[in-house]
């Protein structure tokens, strides 16, 4: 697979070439005036390409590439206090295993959404983040027979359910913008699209 960078440059210089003989030839334009037309065309193009200061991004900044750096560790972090959940606790070891793929597939689009960089930290800070915390507590009390806590495990499997539920509702929230967009291209496309009588298409009768 080619380098973005690469294929950046080859575009910027594909269109300064391209200005360059325009300016030279059809517009029989100075060669000097033609190189700073070219030039500034150039620049242009690498300014407003994906990755570039103006154009789309493609990587998140710093905080964004640490809290989901930050977050891949929390979900590797649930899935290792899932494994010492005793076996006796099947029903909380299911529901945790979920917790832990509805938080992957969350984070799965965080990452691969240059809109959706932004959510990385509140989803770190707000939802990953004390979901960790508190299995990773009640995973080592439970792997540790404690007879004091058994009140605090059963309050704690009586709410998993609830957890995945947030995290299902974190997921489609993720999506309402991208929802808008496609109602918004729907009612555009049906509005300018022509009108078209489905009776006579195929008709060769007349």
Same mark, same amino acid.
């Given at each position: 697979?080619?380098?973005?960078?690469v294929?950046?440059?080859?575009?910027?210089?594909?269109?300064?070439?391209?200005?360059?003989?325009i300016?030279?030839?059809?517009?029989?334009?100075?060669?000097?005036?033609?190189?700073?037309?070219?030039?500034?065309?150039?620049?242009?193009?690498?300014?407003?390409?994906?990755?570039?200061?103006?154009?789309?991004?493609?990587?998140?900044?710093?905080?964004e590439?640490?809290?989901?750096?930050?977050?891949?560790?929390?979900?590797?972090s649930?899935?290792?206090?899932?494994?010492?959940?005793?076996?006796?606790?099947?029903?909380?070891? %299911?529901?945790?295993?979920?917790?832990?793929?509805?938080s992957?597939?969350?984070?799965?689009?965080?990452?691969s959404?240059?809109?959706?960089?932004?959510?990385?930290?509140?989803?770190?800070?707000?939802?990953?983040?004390?979901?960790? %915390?508190?299995?990773?507590q009640?995973a080592?009390l439970?792997s540790?027979?404690?007879?004091?806590a058994?009140?605090?495990?059963?309050q704690?499997e009586?709410?998993?359910?609830?957890?995945?539920?947030?995290?299902?509702k974190?997921?489609?929230?993720?999506?309402?913008?991208?929802i808008?967009?496609?109602? %918004?291209?729907?009612?555009?496309?049906?509005?300018?699209?022509?009108?078209?009588?489905?009776?006579?298409?195929g008709?060769?009768?007349?």
């Open positions: 697979m080619i380098n973005r960078d294929m950046v440059g080859i575009a910027a210089g594909a269109a300064a070439i391209a200005t360059l003989l300016c030279a030839f059809p517009l029989a334009m100075s060669g000097a005036a033609s190189l700073i037309v070219a030039a500034l065309v150039g620049t242009a193009a690498l300014l407003v390409a994906p990755g570039g200061p103006l154009g789309p991004r493609t990587k998140p900044n710093e905080r590439a640490r809290a989901i750096a930050e977050a891949k560790l929390k979900i590797k649930l899935r290792e206090a899932n494994a010492i959940v005793p076996a006796n606790r099947s029903e909380a070891k %299911s529901v945790i295993g979920k917790i832990a793929d509805e992957a597939r969350i984070l799965g689009v965080i990452e959404d240059p809109n959706k960089f932004a959510a990385a930290e509140p989803f770190l800070n707000q939802c990953i983040t004390p979901i960790e %915390s508190l299995v990773g009640y080592k439970a540790r027979d404690v007879d004091a058994r009140e605090f495990l059963q704690v009586d709410g998993l359910p609830g957890i995945v539920h947030q995290l299902d974190w997921y489609e929230q993720l999506h309402i913008n991208d808008a967009k496609l109602m %918004s291209g729907t009612i555009q496309v049906e509005a300018t699209l022509p009108t078209i009588n489905l009776k006579t298409v008709d060769t009768s007349k």
